[in-house]
């Protein structure tokens, strides 16, 4: 055996031995913030290892923002609501109590606001005075935002830098761990975290059904399972919403609670999936003359996490165009906004960009553009050997019992006869319709040759003959 080929097996063996460690003693696959994830959530391990966690202002000094801008949105969340404790208020704009109750009691003094009765021990229900509805109004027409008050832009970018995926260098030990529920084949493994060692974005490519998009995906796990941020943002006297409950995912923080700034969200490191709809003008300020808001742009909402241009080639933008875009980001790592005022925004660009393409990448951008982004993976379908190991995989999944005999079936007569090629997601998909086939039936959960068949003809959407009328109502079908 020549030294590269012993080599290169020696690091199959290697990923293979890890993996099966990772699935020993770590946390259960594709969960996140359980076991490494639970360790880094405590207050007490974020403060240890110097991590970044939100402290509650102690003086609306503290909070970092006007105070005309806070007293807007107390004014405008008092206008909508009617009567309301004082400690409801300061649940809404995301401050302390103990901070927004001087601000309270400067309204009273100036008549803005007023007392209704006590509500509970050292607190009131305030109501707007006549003067204050006048008052709130003019804020209103201002603009209809009046939730958390928002963050200076000085302390996100402290934020972003102190929860950087740069400031983790991926280790072959928790790249297998981060993918291990998706049993990829181990020399994609290693490409990926070559990749993700380099800190440079990368292409995914290969034939539709493999999993791209899923393995893009993960590369957020790679880095630490939580990080923290703000609600909205102060920027240069505009208020810009980054908190998306669309593309951020809540996730439980363990430390102390009367400690945290709640006008920040903890939540799983981002990764965003965008696709044909992606146009320029998502990739900066958009106003809501409305709300008198902005919406950050999607590059900036995946920060700390990685950011997928999924079916890349497909955007109403050319790739070109796109490209050219994010080559001074992608190379220096910071990028550049501009606010509804015109003014330049100079924003940190710190996630992992990944396209995801089923196209070779030569076939989009020419030499200059691909010279930007190093590493080209491509994800194959499945070896026969890897297929096998999909079914039984997702067989365990649906607790059905793995049968060689049904997949030597399966793999004969609807890929080897038609010759059809494997993908990935053929092995999810069957065993599930074998699942719902056999639930709907009231039929005993198994892998049978039969069963593929309807499977297939389900999937495939067969015209050769093999339908569901290969089994019978006497083989067990229930009657329609």
């Avoid at 946390?27 to 403060?47: I, L, M």
Wanted: include cysteine; hydrophobic fraction near 40%.
């Amino acid at each position: 055996m020549k030294l590269a080929e012993r080599e290169l097996d020696d690091l199959i063996g290697r990923l293979k031995g890890i993996s099966k460690v990772a699935r020993r003693d770590g946390a259960e696959p594709g969960r996140p913030d359980v076991a490494e994830g639970a360790a880094e959530n405590t207050a007490e391990n974020a403060a240890e290892h110097g991590e970044f966690v939100p402290q509650a202002p102690k003086s609306l000094d503290d909070v970092g923002i006007p105070e005309a801008l806070v007293e807007a949105l107390v004014l405008k969340f008092l206008l909508r609501r009617g009567t309301v404790a004082g400690r409801a208020i300061a649940e809404q704009v995301a401050i302390p109590f103990s901070v927004l109750e001087p601000l309270l009691a400067r309204l009273k003094s100036g008549q803005i606001v007023a007392h209704r009765s006590t509500s509970g021990i050292g607190d009131y229900l305030y109501q707007l005075t006549e003067r204050g509805i006048d008052v709130a109004k003019h804020h209103l027409h201002q603009g209809t935002y009046f939730g958390a008050v928002p963050v200076p832009l000085e302390d996100y970018l402290r934020s972003v830098e102190a929860q950087s995926v740069k400031r983790h260098r991926p280790t072959v030990a928790n790249v297998v761990s981060s993918f291990d529920d998706l049993g990829l084949d181990p020399l994609l493994l290693n490409q990926i975290g070559q990749a993700l060692d380099a800190g440079k974005g990368f292409f995914l490519f290969g034939p539709p059904g493999n999993g791209k998009t899923t393995i893009a995906e993960h590369v957020s796990r790679v880095f630490g399972r939580s990080i923290w941020v703000p609600r909205a943002l102060w920027i240069d006297g505009q208020l810009v919403r980054l908190f998306d409950p669309c593309n951020h995912i809540e996730t439980p923080y363990t430390g102390t609670q009367q400690t945290i700034d709640r006008r920040w969200v903890h939540i799983r490191r981002p990764a965003i999936v965008v696709g044909g709809e992606l146009v320029l003008e998502s990739l900066d300020f958009v106003v809501d003359p409305k709300a008198g808001t902005c919406e950050a742009p999607l590059q900036m909402k995946s920060n700390g996490g990685t950011l997928v241009i999924d079916d890349f080639g497909r955007q109403r933008v050319t790739p070109g165009e796109l490209l050219n875009r994010w080559i001074v980001p992608l190379d220096r790592g910071y990028d550049f906004l501009h606010l509804q005022d015109g003014k330049t925004i100079r924003m940190p660009f710190d996630q992992f960009l990944v396209f995801s393409t089923n196209l070779e990448p030569k076939e989009l951008v020419d030499e200059a553009f691909l010279r930007r982004i190093p590493y080209k993976i491509e994800v194959r379908d499945p070896a026969e050997s890897e297929f096998r190991g999909l079914l039984k995989q997702y067989s365990e999944r649906y607790e059905i019992a793995f049968d060689g005999v049904a997949c030597d079936h399966l793999i004969e007569r609807h890929y080897r006869q038609p010759g059809r090629a494997f993908r990935r997601c053929h092995a999810r998909d069957l065993i599930a319709q074998i699942h719902h086939f056999c639930r709907f039936n009231e039929l005993p959960r198994a892998l049978l040759p039969k069963h593929f068949d309807v499977a297939a003809a389900n999937y495939f959407a067969l015209a050769e003959g093999t339908s569901q009328a290969l089994i019978s109502i006497e083989d067990g079908c229930a009657a329609i």
